[in-house]
């Protein structure tokens, strides 16, 4: 059974980003993190508690999806 578990923990990735995961990939403030979020919602006009997938926010800075998430996930 910790086998099973193990592996699931492994192969396991959000959907969605998070200011800190911003700061790692821009190397911003959080402060600038929570700004970049708001603005990116903002754009795809989104409600206040609709969230950023990963993918929205690679798309939205231009960069490749597969990139961020090693950023990300390393």
Known sequence: MD???LRYE???ERLIIY?????????KTERHARYLLQRIKKSLQKEEH????????????????EEVKR???L
Request: aromatic letters at 12%.
């Open 19 to 27: 200011p800190k995961d911003v700061m790692i990939v821009t190397g």
């Open 10 to 12: 492994m192969h396991m």
């Open 50 to 65: 609709q969230v950023i997938t990963i993918a929205e926010f690679a798309e939205y800075l231009g960069v490749d999806l």
């Open 71 to 73: 950023v990300i996930f």
């Open 3 to 5: 086998s099973v578990w």
